[in-house]
């Protein structure tokens, strides 16, 4: 695996030279920006190294994974009941980082186009076999030209997996329509109820967990990409929920 040569570490978010160090934790050095304060590992495999990784090893993507299917189908009709008038009737959908293709078809089934993208080549195999009314594609959001013109782009969980943040979103705004909207989630390292002991919190997983945002560093990523954010949804859980905008 190749590591990025990166000998002096710079904000993944904000690109801010300026840092302190945090901790080493599992092997890792982990810095903190002294500008937007997200907290990242430093000297992180590039994302096609971690793509290459993940395909077929995904932690999860065992058949013990998928065995909750009904429960996993009816979070994702929730999910897209919540964020459906986001988009037109018939409007055009992608899941970043779609797992077994469960919010695909649930958005499928509100008359969406729907597609999904997912690094995991388990796990796409999934998708295709029981939901195969919707397209799929495998490999990273950077390197998928198919199709443009989404209406609402969803990735829950996924950002703080990528190396490139920047990169990662950037390409996710090239897909939007003009007027089309993003969800997207991650785990909120500021969040009130996130354990005080960081390995107490089951989102703190470096180095596969390789960026950790605070709201006011992920309204700064998704505003530097040209985004307006519509909404901060509230959450229980320590992770942060929003909704955003590509201007028309
Ligand atoms: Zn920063």
């Known amino acids: ?27 890792h050095d982990l810095y903190r920006c002294n500008g937007c304060a997200t907290l990242y590992v430093h000297g992180l495999p590039s994302n096609a190294d971690l793509a290459a990784m993940y395909d077929d090893s995904y932690d999860g993507a065992t058949t013990g994974y998928f065995a909750k299917v009904d429960k996993k189908m009816r979070r994702a009709r929730g999910r897209i ?10 409007g055009r959908f992608l899941d970043v980082g779609c797992n077994g293709g469960f919010v695909v078809e649930a958005a499928r089934e509100t008359g969406l186009d729907a597609w999904g993208l997912e690094v995991d080549g388990v796990s796409v195999a999934y998708a295709r076999e029981h939901y195969p009314a919707n397209e799929y594609f495998l490999g990273l959001v950077e390197d998928f030209h198919s199709v443009q013109g989404f209406d609402l782009i969803y990735t829950s969980e ?19 329509n003009p007027g089309g909207a993003l969800y997207v989630t991650t785990p909120d390292i ?16 470096p180095p596969v967990h390789c960026v950790y ?12 990409l040209g985004l307006e954010i519509v909404r901060k949804l509230p959450a229980f859980k320590p992770g942060m ?7 028309r």
């Open 1 to 27: 695996m190749n590591v990025i040569p990166a000998p002096v570490p710079h904000c993944p978010v904000c690109d801010g030279a300026e840092q302190t160090f945090a901790m080493t934790a599992r092997g």
């Open 81 to 90: 009941r919540a964020l459906r008038k986001l988009a037109p009737a018939g």
């Open 158 to 176: 996924v950002i703080e997996h990528v190396a490139d943040v920047r990169a990662f979103m950037a390409a996710i705004v090239r897909l939007l």
């Open 190 to 205: 500021s969040h009130w109820r996130r354990p005080r002991d960081l390995d107490k919190w089951d989102g703190f997983n």
């Open 213 to 224: 945002f605070n709201p006011a560093s992920m309204r700064l990523l998704l505003e530097s």
């Open 241 to 247: 929920k929003f909704i955003a905008r590509k201007p």
